[in-house]
């Protein structure tokens, strides 16, 4: 939990000693009230007091109480900022963490777990600083401060204290043994409510289209039940608690009025005012005991979930990203465009098995390689590990006549315009779509983006909307068709200009025509360009400089269209299944 408090501002923990100096202030205020009540009472009992010193008496006490209302104020304010601050460090280190993550570890927490670890979970991290900072200086503090005040006062009203402490310490125990576990789990279950709600939501269409809303929501409403049931058991109980230490605090006033009558009974006449002043005044001594123990009971209140909340923080902000940047910021020299597979194994994570084998091709600068083979074969995790998206697990990749291990991140990246097989757009315009990659010489400007657009047969549709390119693009590109987006990210990656360019089953929504012409563009365009295309069509890749046959995530057959069908019998097989032989003549 300490090790969380590293992400407090160093200018912050300099407001945090200001307030600490005024928490002092304020229980030194809070204590003086009941000495000015002595003052009062004593000022009574005299013979011949004038009222003005009654109300001089008076008016100090209301001056210490205004003075402890000031600075109880002043020191919510700085908590609260301190708090605010803390946050904003926080997520920003969760944002960089979960940038720096590979896809190993974003699968690995799941991205709806992610989503709560920077919202809910360090909003319990914020809630702890804001109402425990003060009640954690506070409470020792005020507790020493008002023990010393009646210790040595009277033997029996100190232990009718006592009592009452012990009693405060058995509520409070039984009350956190039966919560604390369940606290623990408010987290854990608050990221079953986020996944199933983030499933539901993006499903939303085919949940509808299968009339499956009933099984989707009951899904939602076990775990929404489970989380429900959690916060009824361990409100129910903090519920208990209250009245309990509300008639332990009446109880102990009680106790000492009860034994301060015995006393006041059986005092001389003399003592009898004295007596009775003594117990008013012990009596809110006590009271600042008791009160100093409740706000520690506020801390443990809010301390399990904040505790399990850094925790699952720190397990994010501590995870090494297991792809890891090298240094290299430039290629082998004289090597452009080169891609090497070097009998390359890949098992992805918590996996028994490799799901790629001994992957061994090159590429060279200008060409076309097209993969193709069954759905699940490989294709799309041979491609993905040039990015490095994920890293071998065997062999090496290299680019340029380097292993993409040892590029600088950013300087691999430059070197490659991705086109995923599900286009992912973002909310802004077309424009700032194509133009989303940056290189090394900058984003790239209006003519590269309309260059880029005719090379994906995008400029067409996009001419077709009267705002063209700042026609608005919702998230996830919800308002284009999905051959419209498959073309926009097309578009933005070849709008980079890079060396190499990998269409990982990015024709898939387009019709045979776009398709072609598309292929057509990009020969032209991004001459040269090292092109990687996955593909499922044959029509797709048959020109393509040279096809590699994926079956069982190893190589089965590579060569052109016309030596494939000449020897080798899966590309026979795939081609046949899609085109007539007199087609494939
Ligand atoms: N993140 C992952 N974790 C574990 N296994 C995975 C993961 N992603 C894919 N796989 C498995 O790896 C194998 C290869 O998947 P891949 O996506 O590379 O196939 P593909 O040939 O591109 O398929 P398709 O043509 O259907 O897109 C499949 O068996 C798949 O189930």
Redesign the pocket.
């Known amino acids: 939990m300490i090790k969380i408090f590293r992400n407090i501002r160093r200018r912050d923990w300099a407001l945090f000693a200001g307030a600490v100096a005024l928490i002092v202030f304020q229980v030194f205020l809070d204590l003086r009230l009941p000495d000015y009540m002595t003052d009062i009472t004593k000022l009574i009992e005299t013979p011949g007091s004038e009222l003005h010193e009654v109300l001089k008496a008076g008016g100090k006490m209301l001056a210490c109480a205004l003075g402890s209302l000031l600075s109880a104020g002043v020191t919510a304010v700085i908590a609260a900022k301190i708090a605010a601050d803390f946050s904003a460090a926080t997520r920003k280190k969760l944002y960089d963490a979960v940038q720096s993550f590979s896809?190993?570890e974003i699968?690995h927490f799941s991205t709806s777990s992610l989503i709560t670890r920077m919202t809910n979970d360090v909003n319990q991290v914020q809630l702890l600083i804001t109402m425990g900072m003060v009640a954690i200086v506070k409470a020792p503090i005020m507790a020493v401060w008002a023990i010393t005040k009646i210790a040595g006062k009277n033997a029996e009203w100190t232990m009718a204290t006592g009592v009452a402490v012990v009693l405060l310490f058995v509520i409070i125990g039984i009350v956190l043994w039966l919560c604390v576990p369940r606290f623990r789990r408010i987290q854990s279950l608050t990221d079953d409510v986020n996944r199933v709600t983030r499933e539901d939501l993006t499903g939303l269409k085919v949940i509808r289209a299968y009339n499956n809303t009933d099984y989707q929501t009951d899904k939602f409403e076990r775990v929404n039940d489970n989380l429900t049931n959690n916060n009824l058991y361990t409100g129910h109980r903090m519920a208990l608690m209250m009245p309990g230490i509300q008639a332990v605090l009446n109880g102990l006033t009680l106790a000492i009025y009860a034994l301060g009558a015995v006393m006041i009974n059986n005092a001389a006449m003399t003592d009898k005012i004295t007596l009775f002043s003594n117990m008013v005044v012990f009596s809110s001594y006590a009271m600042q005991v008791i009160m100093a123990f409740m706000l520690l009971v506020m801390i443990y209140m809010i301390y399990p979930r904040a505790s399990v909340a850094a925790q699952r923080i720190l397990e994010v902000t501590d995870t090494q990203p297991s792809v890891v940047s090298g240094i290299r910021t430039e290629g082998a020299p004289g090597q452009r465009g080169e891609i090497a597979f070097r009998h390359v194994n890949f098992r992805?994570?918590?996996?028994s098995r490799d799901?790629?084998h001994d992957i061994d091709f090159t590429a060279h600068r200008g060409e076309t390689i097209a993969?193709i083979?069954?759905?699940?074969?490989?294709?799309?995790?041979?491609v993905?590990l040039i990015p490095r998206f994920y890293d071998t697990t065997g062999g090496q990749v290299l680019v340029d006549g380097v292993d993409v291990r040892d590029y600088a991140e950013s300087a691999l990246n430059d070197k490659i315009g991705y086109v995923a097989?599900s286009p992912e757009l973002f909310q802004g315009t077309i424009g700032t779509n194509i133009a989303f990659g940056e290189t090394k010489a900058g984003t790239p400007n209006d003519a590269a983006v309309r260059q880029a657009a005719q090379t994906a047969e995008a400029a067409s549709f996009i001419a077709e909307n009267e705002k063209g390119y700042e026609r608005y693009v919702a998230q996830s590109g919800a308002n284009l068709s999905g051959g419209q987006r498959q073309r926009v990210s097309i578009a933005r990656a070849v709008a980079r200009d890079p060396e190499i360019l990998i269409f990982?089953?990015a024709f898939s929504a387009l019709d045979y025509k776009t398709d072609r012409q598309v292929r057509e563009n990009l020969r032209t365009a991004c001459a040269d360009a090292t092109k990687i295309i996955?593909a499922?069509r044959i029509g797709t890749i048959r020109d393509a400089d040279r096809i590699l046959v994926?079956k069982d995530?190893a190589i089965a057959g590579s060569g052109t269209h016309q030596e494939l069908m000449a020897n080798c019998e899966e590309y026979q097989q795939i081609a046949l299944s899609q085109l007539s032989k007199e087609e494939l003549a």
């Open positions: 896809m190993a699968h992805y994570p918590d996996e799901v790629i993969l083979g069954a759905t699940g074969c490989g294709k799309s995790t041979i993905n097989q990982d089953d996955v499922q994926i995530g």
